[in-house]
């Protein structure tokens, strides 16, 4: 089976830099997800690793440790937008994912 | 390109009822996924559409079942609604399963489902 664990809520403030944090147990890896979430509104797609190491996007850079079971997802210069809901997810073979069930995060001036 | 529409955007229902929900994938997409997500959790896989075949399931039961059509769009139908159906119900199309790269799964905004 999948087991992923992810902090329920976290806070930050604009302009900072916040890391949210994923781990994960899981009987088979194809790939490690991460997404956005506004409430109300669809996931977006923010990040993909399935090697080892950082991936930078912007203001958005995602790590993972295969070895570890362990992935993070760094969120720089936070904006008041960036309030949202952020999801961890590992795909199997069949591009089938499981979540975790997401970060809440919540951006004060 | 044209992304993941999903009908209805809500509906109320109640306890025994059926419902069905409607998909249309992005365009150049042939998968089509279901997910249910409860209120303040994680999506939880429903069950995978390929080539208009069940291509995996997840901890689902029965009464939950699906259509894929040639032009790739999907139907979720639930019978016999439970209370605990109540949740937003996200379709998310891709590419075919075993696609090599991302294979990013695109979302809709989701069919809000109440059951009274």
């Known amino acids: 089976g999948q087991n992923i664990d992810q902090p329920t809520e976290m806070t930050a403030t604009e302009g900072a830099i916040v890391q949210i944090n994923c781990t994960y147990q899981?009987?088979?890896?194809?790939?490690l997800f991460w997404y956005q979430q506004h409430a109300g509104e669809a996931p977006t797609f923010l990040s993909y690793?399935?090697?080892?190491g950082l991936e930078e996007k912007g203001r958005f850079s995602s790590f993972l440790s295969r070895s570890k079971g362990y992935s993070y997802l760094l969120l720089k210069e936070l904006q008041m937008k960036d309030s949202a809901s952020y999801l961890c997810?590992?795909?199997?073979?069949?591009?089938?994912?499981?979540f975790g069930g997401g970060t809440r995060l919540m951006v004060k001036p | 390109e044209t992304g993941v529409t999903q009908s209805p955007t809500h509906l109320i229902k109640t306890r025994g009822q059926q419902v069905t929900l409607r998909c249309s994938s992005q365009?150049?997409?042939?998968?089509v996924s279901w997910y249910q997500q409860a209120l303040g959790q994680g999506p939880q896989f429903i069950f995978q559409?390929?080539?208009?075949?069940?291509?995996g399931r997840g901890n689902f039961p029965p009464r939950f079942s699906g259509l894929q059509f040639p032009n790739y769009s999907s139907e979720l139908n639930v019978n016999a609604l439970e209370l605990d159906d109540s949740a937003l119900y996200l379709c998310?199309?891709?590419?075919?399963?075993?696609?090599?790269?991302?294979?990013?799964?695109?979302f809709g905004a989701g069919s809000r489902l109440t059951v009274l």
């Open positions: 998310a199309s891709s590419l075919a399963p075993g696609f090599s790269g991302a294979n990013v799964l695109t």
């Open positions: 899981t009987s088979g890896f194809n790939g």
């Open positions: 690793n399935v090697l080892d």
């Open positions: 997810a590992v795909r199997n073979a069949g591009n089938m994912l499981t």
């Open positions: 365009s150049g997409h042939n998968t």
């Open positions: 559409y390929y080539r208009e075949e069940e291509n």
